[in-house]
T-cell receptor
Framework: AQSVTQLDSHVSVSEGTPVLLRCNYS??????LFWYVQHPNKGLQLLLK??????LVKGINGFEAEFKKSETSFHLTKPSAHMSDAAEYFC????????????FGTGTLLAVQP | NAGVTQTPKFQVLKTGQSMTLQCAQD?????MYWYRQDPGMGLRLIYY???????DKGEVPNGYNVSRLNKREFSLRLESAAPSQTSVYFC?????????????FGPGTRLTVT
């Protein structure tokens, strides 16, 4: 069965410094992986997705993630944090097959200090 | 193009009351989903509908029923609300089932059961 583990429940960075949000996954085959962002009291917005094409995936708002099969990781990075990046981030793996069920990590809350 | 819309945005129920959460999408998507979000647990799938006319249980279906009214609309019903159903409920849709298709989320319904 697929699963995801987000290694940090809270991350705090200063504005202008790099962001690293860590995610490990477990999957019995080549997975589809996603990062979603949720701003306070809002729905979830897709940041980026990996579906077995290029291993380095670029998303919106300057975020990118690298799929590393040997490490079963899909970490999210951004070179320079902005105040508007403060939100909760979810790493997600698709169960695939006929159902497309998404398995969510428990989320990482990103705080950006001025 | 409104995407995925949900009504109501907020609801307070007494234990034992019933209600229906409404969801509609205007993206001509075939598949629709209902999730609940609880603190520290990410999102968990309640029910999904792979296509019009079909529905299936997700991870936490007990206490809920769904109706796929037509291609656009997918409703979630609580027949006899319980305090354990206090949560934020999200509806989502995707073009198809299958692992590579991302899901688009509505803004959520905050439900409190007293």
């Amino acid at each position: 069965a697929q699963s995801v583990t987000q290694l940090d429940s809270h991350v705090s960075v200063s504005e202008g410094t790099p962001v690293l949000l860590r995610c490990n996954y477990s999957s019995s085959y080549s997975p589809s992986l996603f990062w979603y962002v949720q701003h306070p009291n809002k729905g979830l917005q897709l940041l980026l997705k990996y579906t077995s094409a290029a291993t380095l995936v670029k998303g919106i708002n300057g975020f990118e993630a690298e799929f590393k099969k040997s490490e079963t990781s899909f970490h999210l990075t951004k070179p320079s944090a902005h105040m508007s990046d403060a939100a909760e981030y979810f790493c997600v793996v698709s169960e695939g097959g006929a159902t497309n069920k998404l398995i969510f990590g428990t989320g990482t809350l990103l705080a950006v200090q001025p | 193009n409104a995407g995925v819309t949900q009504t109501p945005k907020f609801q307070v129920l007494k234990t034992g009351q019933s209600m229906t959460l409404q969801c509609a999408q205007d993206m001509n998507h075939n598949s629709m989903y209902w999730y609940r979000q609880d603190p520290g647990m990410g999102l968990r799938l309640i029910y999904y509908s792979a296509s019009e006319g079909t529905t299936d249980k997700g991870e936490v279906p007990n206490g809920y029923n769904v109706s796929r009214l037509n291609k656009r609309e997918f409703s979630l019903r609580l027949e006899s609300a319980a305090p354990s159903q206090t949560s934020v409920y999200f509806c989502a849709s995707s073009l198809q089932t299958g692992g590579s298709y991302e899901q688009y989320f509505g803004p959520g319904t905050r439900l409190t059961v007293t």
